[in-house]
């Protein structure tokens, strides 16, 4: 069955910086749009970052343009989302999202709290 497996949120200082990873299986990889939300306190769920199949194609929400980065290893079946510049507005839980044909699969979402 599809899994996503999120990693690597965590507790930083404003400005500081975090990685999130998130492992795929179950499904090709390569051949799905993969992408990354987020969900603050008492706020809907809102895209991050979309990447197209390859990784040369990526899309931002405009709160984290230049901060934010979406890749992916198609070798690894990994999606990253690398956060820079980090504002306490970035605190939510992170979730990573695959698009296979038809179907949306999430995973279960890592937390990221920015504070000082």
């Known amino acids: 069955q599809v899994q996503l497996v999120e990693s690597g949120g965590g507790l930083v200082q404003p400005g500081g910086s975090l990685g999130l990873s998130c492992a795929a299986s179950g499904f090709t990889f390569s051949s799905s749009y993969m992408s990354w939300y987020r969900r603050a306190p008492g706020k ?11 990784g040369y194609s990526t899309n931002y929400a405009d709160s984290v343009k230049g901060r934010f980065t979406i890749s992916r290893d198609n ?34 979402g890592t937390q990221v709290t920015v504070s000082s």
């Open 44 to 54: 809907e769920r809102e895209l991050v970052a979309l990447i197209n199949k390859s």
């Open 75 to 108: 070798t690894k079946n990994t999606l990253y989302l690398q956060m820079n510049s980090l504002k306490p507005e970035d605190t939510a839980e992170y979730y990573c999202k695959a698009d296979v044909g038809s179907y949306s699969y999430w995973g279960q």
